[in-house]
């Protein structure tokens, strides 16, 4: 009985939501002491405060595949499908990390795209560290990068994410107002002063790939333009 989803739960993506977490994987963290100890009975407000006691995120690690209690919890909360606005209290939790990156995965694998977007795409103002578990040691990530992984990757903390239409599609569609802008955007424009140069230099200071990617790739073309000239 412990391991079966609330019977009032609805399906996501057209199956149980616990199966959204291989079986395999399932398996493991039910025969899990954590599991079996911690996740007893819990409500979805028990859920949050185990959450706020959680140090890293993480799949399975080790030899034997050991599931995290990030990864319990998250079975936990497909197990009793917490209610839309309670998920989004996760989300816009800024007291405890662990919280918000809690919420942010278990809406990725059940959320509509719109609110996907809508919901995650905030965390990339949020650059707070995350300890990592992977499954050979330790990693530091971002809340930011954790925005970002879940938004753009197939799979996280071992997990296959469920397919996510690209945002441009769900713009066209009418989905999504867009394109999203950074909240830097105002200000590199008002710096930049109009200068598309500048403007890159500005991006690229404040850490955005394309714009330094670009930048390499004008000094690229300059260079070869000079040594062009003085042959």
């Known amino acids: 009985m412990a391991n079966l989803t609330d019977p009032l739960a609805a399906a996501v993506h057209g199956t149980n939501p616990q199966n959204l977490v291989e079986y395999i ?4 963290i039910y025969d899990s002491l954590y599991w079996k100890e911690e996740c007893f009975g819990l409500s979805a407000s028990d859920v949050a405060t185990k ?16 599931p995290t209690r990030f990864l319990c919890l998250i ?8 209610e839309e606005g309670i998920v989004e209290q996760f989300l816009e939790n800024e ?6 990156a809690l919420g942010a995965f278990y809406l990725r694998l059940t959320g ?18 995350l300890r990592y578990r992977t499954p050979t040691g330790w990693v530091i ?13 197939d799979r996280y903390c071992g997990i296959a994410l469920p397919h996510l239409p ?5 713009e066209t569609a009418g989905y999504l107002d867009g394109p999203r802008q950074s909240p830097l955007a105002p200000l590199i424009e008002d710096k930049a002063g109009g200068s598309p140069e500048r403007m890159l230099e500005l991006m690229a ?4 790939e394309a714009a330094i990617a670009a930048l390499d790739e004008r000094k690229k073309r300059k260079m070869e333009a000079e040594e062009k000239e003085q042959k």
């Open 166 to 170: 690209k945002r441009d599609v769900l």
């Open 141 to 153: 990530t971002y809340m930011d990068q954790l925005a970002d992984e879940l938004l753009h990757q």
């Open 25 to 28: 994987t399932r398996q493991k």
């Open 75 to 82: 079975l936990k909360m497909l197990q009793i499908q917490p």
């Open 95 to 100: 007291d405890f990390k662990y919280v918000r």
């Open 51 to 66: 959450a706020v006691e959680l140090k890293a995120l993480g799949g399975s690690y080790g030899g034997n595949s050991k």
């Open 112 to 129: 509509r795209p719109s609110e996907i977007f809508e919901l995650i795409e905030p965390l990339f103002n949020d650059h707070r560290k």
């Open 205 to 208: 200071e404040s850490g955005n």
